[in-house]
């Protein structure tokens, strides 16, 4: 690996850190850089996963990824992401552009149930 | 195809044609299964949680009969013909599972006519049939939702390069040090002040010595 390719990796993760810490205060607000940057360099790895391997491809997913429960992969209402990210049919572009509108679907369901005056506590 | 008035009415649909050198069109769409005609009589209760739940079959029809309210018109090579058209009967002789959010008509007709990348515009939140599930509110809402997206991924976009790649390996190397040799130009101009003023400081008192 060489110094440059390591320099401009290393800018890329103090952006990536920047960019998290202004998308994300509240979840970032108590996160120590270390751990910030791990938990970037482990949602960069999920994206890398699944062949997003730009900078720009790779942050779509992972700014994707800070929107989700952080056990999405073991929620059945969330199995469309791994579906989508996984599919061999889709160009990145697609696949990032279906991502948004599940989330957005799926997001949009969540707050009409949970508003929903007629569900009754049990 | 009998299709329910309600269920017909309200998803929406999208599907594609491709027309040969002939002039001859072959029209393309995605379907759960449960639009078959077997299940005609299940009502849209019935098939909600089939489409919402577990994935149920996908099948791609002729929609040539159908309807639209909107088309777009792409002019494309016989290469792109030929792409599309080989992706479309690949999918039709065995057709993926049909997923309302994962996989559904307009992840479909999009993923074909990638095949001859073709530039197309976003896919429309409103054609998704997921959208009529929700209803009108949760439509409007999951709108400025996918809005909310689009702002941000503008911000990534303007802010990464869509080119340069980052590996694995950089990666793990980045992970094993310390946050801030992993920051990189910021403690690079750091380090590098700090060796700048230590060298004046000691050329200043060198020359104060003299």
């Known amino acids: 690996m060489s110094t440059q390719e390591e320099l401009e990796a290393g800018r890329f993760v103090h952006r990536a850190m920047q960019y998290l810490k202004s998308a994300f205060p509240q979840e970032t607000k108590e996160m120590d850089d270390e751990t910030l940057k791990n938990k970037l360099i482990d949602s960069c790895q999920v994206a890398l996963e699944y062949g997003f391997d730009t900078e720009a491809d790779m942050m779509l997913i992972v700014d994707l990824l800070w929107r989700l429960p952080e056990d999405y992969r073991n929620r059945p209402e969330y199995e469309w992401a791994t579906e989508i990210m996984a599919s061999e049919d889709m160009d990145n572009e697609t696949k990032i552009d279906s991502l948004h509108n599940a989330l957005a679907l799926l997001t949009a369901l969540q707050e009409e149930d949970a508003a929903d005056p007629n569900k009754t506590e049990k | ?210």
């Open chain 2, 1 to 210: 195809m009998k299709r329910d008035a309600d269920m017909g009415a309200v998803t929406g649909h999208a599907f594609f044609g491709i027309t040969d050198k002939n002039g001859k069109e072959t029209v393309y769409g995605f379907h759960a299964a449960t639009a078959l005609p077997e299940n005609a009589n299940l009502t849209f209760k019935e098939k909600l949680p089939m489409l919402i739940g577990n994935k149920v079959q996908g099948v791609v029809l002729d929609d040539s009969k159908d309807a639209y309210d909107d088309k777009m018109i792409y002019s494309i090579s016989q290469q792109q013909y030929d792409k599309i058209k080989a992706f479309a009967e690949k999918q039709k002789e065995n057709p993926p599972n049909y997923g309302i959010f994962s996989s559904n008509c307009v992840i479909f007709a999009y993923a074909a006519l990638r095949q001859a990348d073709l530039k197309l515009p976003p896919q429309p939140l409103f054609h998704n049939p997921a959208s009529a599930v929700l209803g009108i509110r949760a439509y409007e809402k999951a709108h400025k939702i996918k809005h909310k997206l689009g702002n941000a991924a503008a911000e990534v976009l303007a802010r990464f390069s869509p080119t340069r790649k980052i590996s694995r390996g950089i990666l793990e190397e980045l992970k094993k040090k310390p946050a801030k040799q992993a920051v990189g130009v910021k403690s690079l101009v750091t380090s590098l002040a700090g060796k700048a003023t230590a060298a004046l400081k000691a050329r200043t008192s060198s020359f104060n010595g003299r």
